[in-house]
């Protein structure tokens, strides 16, 4: 094989395997697909990229003859201006627009980084919420609140955000055994958000008795988060037991 094809070998199984890491595990992986697809792009152009040269070092022999590899810098980098600072902007008025929606509970546009940002904030600010459960026969009610207007309002982007993750089933905390059961379960979940003049109040039910009492024992592990804050972020929840029929 030669350089040019072991590149493609190369950044295509970069980009299936940044891709499923990006869908699965964290969306920043994403960038490394990005700086792949920057690399080729560019490589077009100049018949240079990073890899070529580590290839040849390993002694991979060239296809395309050196002369061919000539074209000018500059237009490449005014082409890759013209693809990348658009795409830029339509991703920062994206993020606004979600952000707002998120406030007004309208269809929240929450995407991974700012979901763990929120959460981690909300981590930081327990103390300064209030929350109490009620366990529903199919399901849950609760009620979190805060005296602080920035961590409300944090409240309610976060359970936007999640909303809106459980009715596209993109998982979160999926190495923890409820969340992941959770998000499986997700088109068997009726969530309905309501505001309170200090938080939010959040109805969950399902007509399947396994869903509901993952419900349960998700409300519990929300009001964890609330007691404890940091201290439990990394604590696995176990499955509860599906043969008892009182959760
Ligand atoms: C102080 C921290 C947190 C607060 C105040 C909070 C608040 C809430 C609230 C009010 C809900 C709606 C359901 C319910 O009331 O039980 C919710 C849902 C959810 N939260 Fe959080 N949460 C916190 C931490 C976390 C953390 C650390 C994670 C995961 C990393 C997380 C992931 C989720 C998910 C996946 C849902 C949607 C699933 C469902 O409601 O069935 N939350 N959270």
Not at 151 to 169: P, S, T
């Amino acid at each position: 094989m030669n350089v040019e094809r072991y590149l493609r070998l190369i950044a295509g199984a970069i980009v299936m395997a940044t891709v499923s890491l990006g869908y699965w595990v964290s969306p920043y992986w994403l960038l490394f697909t990005g700086f792949v697809g920057l690399n080729l792009f560019q490589s077009a152009f100049t018949s240079w990229c990073p890899m070529m040269t580590f290839l040849r070092k390993l002694g991979v022999k060239d296809y395309i003859p050196k002369s061919a590899r000539t074209v000018g810098g500059t237009m490449s980098i005014a082409l890759l201006a013209l693809v990348f600072l658009p795409a830029l902007r339509a991703q920062d008025q994206t993020q606004h627009r979600g952000s707002a929606a998120n406030q007004s509970h309208g269809m929240p546009g929450g995407h991974g980084p700012q979901d763990m940002k929120t959460i981690h904030s909300l981590l930081n600010a327990h103390q300064q919420v209030t929350r109490t459960v009620t366990k529903l026969s199919n399901g849950i009610q609760t009620l979190t609140e805060s005296d602080d207007a920035q961590v409300r309002a944090m409240v309610r982007q976060h359970v936007a955000a999640m909303y809106q993750r459980l009715a596209n089933k993109r998982p979160i905390r999926g190495w923890d055994p409820l969340f992941a059961e959770l998000f499986k379960q997700a088109d068997k979940i009726k969530m309905v958000m309501v505001d309170t003049a200090k938080g939010v109040s959040v109805t969950e039910t399902s007509a399947d008795p396994w869903v509901a009492k993952l419900l349960h024992a998700h409300a519990e592990a929300v009001s964890e988060f609330v007691k404890d804050g940091n201290a439990v972020m990394h604590k696995e929840h176990p499955l509860p037991n599906r043969d008892r029929t009182n959760p």
